[in-house]
């Protein structure tokens, strides 16, 4: 009799996450039943969300350093370039998750385990978790830096960003929880202006295209780099949380052309982002002898380059970074369980009733946000190592996305064209390259 109340339960938690996530839905109904400008302006409004914040989430707190050190390290004269191919190389991934969470309705992790069984839905739950609490760790990194420019210590700032990040999980509605969280990825628009104030020589900028080289050519530390900036471009999370948020928000086939022009907008906001923090820094920094190129020590150059208000503005753009991304990645951790173990998978679930669905995602942020605070914690190191790992996951989380989008019986007329074939599959290939060089140079250091 209790097995039988339990699954009478579960039923209608199921029941009820439909009901809820239904009434968004018929909001965007009667949008697409609405004629003129106005109308359609508001439908795309209303439909903005999962690729925006995917990409822009992207560009997080491990982000940003990453892109800082590239600068400063290496110039502009490389990864400006590369990382406008990185940016076409996430469109191209993170466009393939919004046509099948719209047309399976159905969460990545919820889909891998429906079909391709439990130890294949095992083997990329654990990855994925993993590298959530690793990436985590990297946001709470970033809040704890930015938030010391301005004298707040890390046992104040990381209790008030879990506080939020948990709050933002467990009281917001799906809705709810979206428009806010746009809105704080807004502020990863900082980055821009303080381009400019760098001044940076636009010449330099475009005879990066022209004259695109490798810097000191292919050494150990280039291609660790070179990984970094791919795993912080495209990483396995982001599969995971656009698909869900998808599937979250109702989306469905008809939606699809919305959400790759959200995912569009999404990409050329953060390649904007990224180029900036490259310029900035690779003009103010790179060439700089003898100075402590880690996050703290960009940090001080720039205030003594541009200004204290250049300092306090990148260490504001880097708590953002972090905040944003931990809100997307604590999601994406609890959407992934939630899909795996068929529990209620929805933000717009009341906490009381679907606490199955919250503990992990929250339990993922607690554990990071406590290694940020172990005393003298490599964190330097841990930022780069999470963003190598990050890319060394995404070849097996990429195969099964080209496994269920070449797959007609769960696609129908939706399945891959060619070209997307062709562009998933280069893309799979070169991060196998990048890994396995990247493998030699260590075991062979004088190898190029």
Known sequence: MARNANVYATKNLHELERELRAKDMARVARLYNKRGVWARLRLLLVLIGPGVLTMIADNDAGGVITYAQTG???????????????GFIAYVVQEMTVRLGAVTRRGHAEMIWGRYGAFWGWFSLVDLVVANVLTLVTEFIGIKIGMGVFGVPGWISEPIALAVDVFA????????????????????????PLMFMAKPHWSAVADAFVNWKVPGGFTASFLFIVLANFGTTIAPWMLFFQQSSVVDKGLTERDIRHGQLDTALGTLAMIVVACAIIVLTGTVMHGSHGVNLDITGILTLLGAKIGPIGERLFALGLVEAGLIAAIALTASTSWAMGEAFHWPKSINMPARLAWKFYVPGIASAVIAAGIVLI????????????????????????????????????????????????????????????????????IFPNLF
């Open 72 to 86: 400063a390290t290496y110039g502009i004269g490389f990864f400006i370039p590369s990382l406008i191919i990185a």
């Open 169 to 192: 999980l467990l009281v917001l509605r799906y809705y709810t929880w979206e428009r806010i969280a746009l809105w704080i990825a807004a502020g990863n628009l900082i980055f821009i």
């Open 375 to 442: 005393p003298h914690a490599p964190l330097g190191f841990l930022n780069m190592i999470v963003q190598v790992i990050a890319s060394i996951f995404m070849p097996a989380a990429l195969m099964f996305l080209m496994l269920l989008l070449n797959d007609r019986e769960v696609m129908g007329d939706h399945v891959n064209r060619t070209w997307q074939n062709v562009s998933g599959f280069a893309i799979i290939g070169l991060l196998v390259v990048l890994n396995g060089l990247y493998g030699l140079t260590v």
